[in-house]
């Protein structure tokens, strides 16, 4: 793993802070468990079936392939977050780069989607079998709204509220992978498993066709992996930002990985895949064949408290998302708002609590999930090559910089996995499709309004920057 540039004090001065600003809350160990507890959660615990189901007993394969297409991007970011520590993530990247508004708007409209489309995801998994283990009396799209409504208003308090309770509902998760990973554990000590399974393809066919349904597996898996990507846009609540964020990103990845790729183990040791893929709360089918005596229910409630962190983080990613494109004017300048006595971006919070309870009314968890990867393997494509583009522009302070190999593999990885090859159902497609048409029509009518407020100014001899 390449190493940061280590930054000195002078090198990145504190910058003096107004009431348009966030507040700098998060320190190098609260970022590193945030970003944990990004990638963490509805990935892992509701969608490894789906992945056995697309490859077979080697479940484990795809996830070590997606954490390898998850260091590479996550790379790139790092670079780009270090050289521009500000709210916008990769549509502020993609602006530096190309300097094409209609671009920015579209890779900033398919950002904000994916993570929308992601915590729709984790409320419908909050809703479905893990939910069932105590009742099914309430209709799962009512859940899913009103998980939606609760985590906006939780939102709404305030970024260190938000990311104090991220912290207590990452350590549950982590329990709850623990536990299955201490079944893996014991099953392994007392000779319980089928070993043989690890290397048991599924896929139809060979060649060419296996290759497909790895990849098809592997693109599904990677929906485990999203979330590092999320926390740059953090970048103006997060003290000290170009020495935080490396440390933070590449340890946040590099643990995930590990826990996925061993819970994937044991996943496949203990439960056929045909089971694994018939169930939407898989890891609940682990411990019931774990042959260790540890309540079903207790274990449903640490996974419903994971999707819960999903949820949470997203939707406070989607929201800031939203303030850092208003202060970048690619969104009105009313998304920018700002709570006054909480500092929160009000405005944006609102608008994606509402674009998500939309979604969550309209698509299942399988589809929203590999959507999310669809969208973001699209847009990591895009900031691998803004991150080669950039390296022209220098800055004055220092920052960490990846060898040029890394982003070229990174843009070609993402870009394989976002491609038919990947044998991606056509509905999501058609989703991304209806999505971005949505987003060129809110581009057309954003650029129809600075238009005629232009205009307006000129008549009136103003400055249209104001």
Not at 26 to 41: R, S
Not at 92 to 100: C, D, G, I, P, R
Not at 200 to 209: I, K, R
Not at 236 to 253: L, M, N, Q
Request: hydrophobic share 50%.
């Amino acid at each position: 793993m390449p190493t940061p540039e280590t930054p000195t004090a002078a090198d990145t001065p504190a910058p003096a802070e107004d009431k348009h600003e966030l507040k700098r809350a998060l320190g190098p160990k609260l970022l590193i468990l945030f970003v944990i507890g990004d990638i963490l959660g509805t990935g892992i615990y509701a969608t490894t079936g789906q992945v056995a189901g697309k490859v077979g007993g080697a479940l484990w394969v795809p996830f070590a392939i997606g954490f390898v297409v998850a260091i590479l991007t996550a790379a790139s970011y790092v670079e780009l977050v270090g050289k521009y520590p500000k709210a916008a993530g990769a549509a502020l990247y993609t602006q530096k780069a190309f300097k094409v508004p209609f671009l920015t708007f579209i890779v900033a409209f398919m950002v904000m989607c994916s993570g929308l489309s992601s915590a729709s995801a984790a409320a419908r998994a909050f809703s479905g079998d893990y939910l069932s283990e105590f009742t099914d009396a309430i209709p799962p799209t009512l859940v899913a709204i009103t998980f939606i409504v609760a985590l906006a208003a939780l939102n709404l308090r305030g970024v260190s509220e938000s990311v104090k309770t991220n912290v207590v509902l990452t350590l549950v998760e982590l329990s709850g992978l623990a536990i299955i990973l201490g079944i893996g554990a014991y099953a392994v000590l007392t000779g319980d498993g089928e070993p043989s399974r690890l290397t048991d393809f599924e896929a139809s066919g060979t060649g060419f066709s296996l290759m497909t349904g790895v990849l098809g597996a592997t693109a599904l898996a990677f929906f485990a992996f999203v979330g590092f990507e999320d926390s740059v846009n953090m970048a103006e609540e997060t003290k000290d930002p170009t020495r935080t964020f490396p440390r933070a990103i590449f340890i946040g990845v590099a643990v995930t990985g590990t826990i996925y790729i061993l819970v994937a183990l044991v996943s496949s040791l203990l439960v056929d895949y045909k089971t694994l893929e018939g169930s939407s709360g898989p890891l609940l089918e682990v411990v019931k064949a774990g042959g260790v005596d540890f309540p079903p229910k207790l274990f449903a409630l640490i996974a419903l408290f994971a999707v819960t962190n999903s949820a949470l983080i997203n939707i406070m990613m989607a929201s800031r998302l939203c303030y850092g494109m208003a202060n970048e004017r690619i969104l009105p300048k009313a998304m920018g708002r700002v709570l006054p006595a909480r500092r929160t971006p009000v405005v944006g919070i609102v608008f994606v609590a509402l674009l998500a309870i939309g979604l969550v009314s309209t698509g299942e968890i399988q589809g929203l999930g590999d959507t999310t990867s669809f969208l973001l393997l699209c847009v990591f494509f895009v900031v691998n090559v803004a991150a080669l583009v950039l390296r022209r522009d220098r800055v004055e302070h220092r920052h960490f910089r990846a060898p040029t190999i890394v982003p070229v593999l990174g843009a070609i990885t993402a870009l394989v996995l976002a491609s038919p090859l990947a044998d991606r159902a056509a509905d999501v497609y058609i989703r991304a499709g209806v999505l971005l048409a949505i987003g060129i029509a809110l581009w057309a009518v954003n650029k129809l309004v600075l238009k005629a407020r232009s205009e307006e100014h000129a008549k009136a001899g103003g400055d249209v920057t104001k």
